[in-house]
């Protein structure tokens, strides 16, 4: 079993930044992805951004050259730092774990980006 926290949303106007945070515990060892996705209402959860156990990092083409994602393994932590938000990145982000096959998920924390 693994549990996942978020932390660090919030409201932000539209240029801004922010940084969101992902705490792992239980059976860390058997992550081998993480990942943030979002859910704007109406619309279906699709994946912002993951990062491998090796390092390996893919972004969704919306979000690549303004959002990064990074992992320090020894505090079993993973960020999404956010750079030039506009509005439509409003949505709930939840971070994602797949462990031994399993996905794992947190509770969501809301970013909301007004113009």
């Known amino acids: 079993q693994v549990q996942l926290v978020e932390s660090g949303g919030g409201l932000v106007q539209a240029g801004g930044s922010l940084r969101l945070s992902c705490a792992a515990s239980g059976s860390t060892f058997s992550i081998n992805l993480m990942g943030w996705y979002r859910q704007a209402p109406g619309k279906q959860r699709e994946l912002v951004a993951a990062i491998t156990s090796g390092g390996s990092t893919n972004y969704a083409d919306p979000v690549k050259g303004r959002f990064t994602i990074s992992s320090v393994n020894a505090k079993n932590t993973v960020y999404l730092q956010m750079h030039s938000l506009k509005p439509e990145d409003t949505a709930v982000y939840y971070c994602?774990?797949?462990?031994?096959?399993?996905?794992?998920w947190g509770q969501g924390t809301q970013v909301t980006v007004s113009s």
């Open positions: 994602n774990a797949k462990a031994e096959g399993w996905p794992y």
